[in-house]
């Protein structure tokens, strides 16, 4: 084992390689857990989307802050507007990506 200069060992490259293919790189990767689990997780994250909600479709609370229920027009509206607005940064993120990617790469 290789030691560095405070005395501490490790590894060696192939003691690395053979300890990942007898016991996996990572044996977390790739277990999901159920859908209701990771749904509830998702929803949350996102405190303020389920205040809102609660604040449009509950009835006392609409009736509270004087609110009307979205038709479904307008939800769907308001759904691909917010898709569009995140879809196109991320493409310019992704195109950002791949332009510094080609500039950097070595032949």
């Known amino acids: 084992m290789p030691k560095d200069n405070y005395g501490i060992q490790g590894l060696s490259g192939q003691e690395v390689l053979a300890a990942r293919a007898a ?22 994250k996102e405190p303020m989307v389920v205040l809102l909600i609660a604040l449009i479709y509950l009835r ?3 009736i509270f802050f004087k ?13 691909a507007i917010g ?4 879809i196109w940064f991320e493409a310019l993120k992704w195109w950002g990506r791949k332009i510094s990617v080609r500039k950097t790469k070595v032949y």
């Not at 044996?27 to 997780?41: H, P, Q, V």
């Not at 898709?83 to 995140?86: D, G, P």
């Open 23 to 44: 016991y996996g790189a990572n044996r977390l990767f790739g277990k999901r857990s159920k859908r209701l689990i990771d749904a509830l997780i998702g929803i949350a």
């Open 60 to 62: 006392p609370l609409a």
């Open 67 to 79: 609110l009307t229920a979205l038709r479904p027009g307008q939800l769907i509206a308001g759904l």
């Open 83 to 86: 898709f569009v607005s995140v």
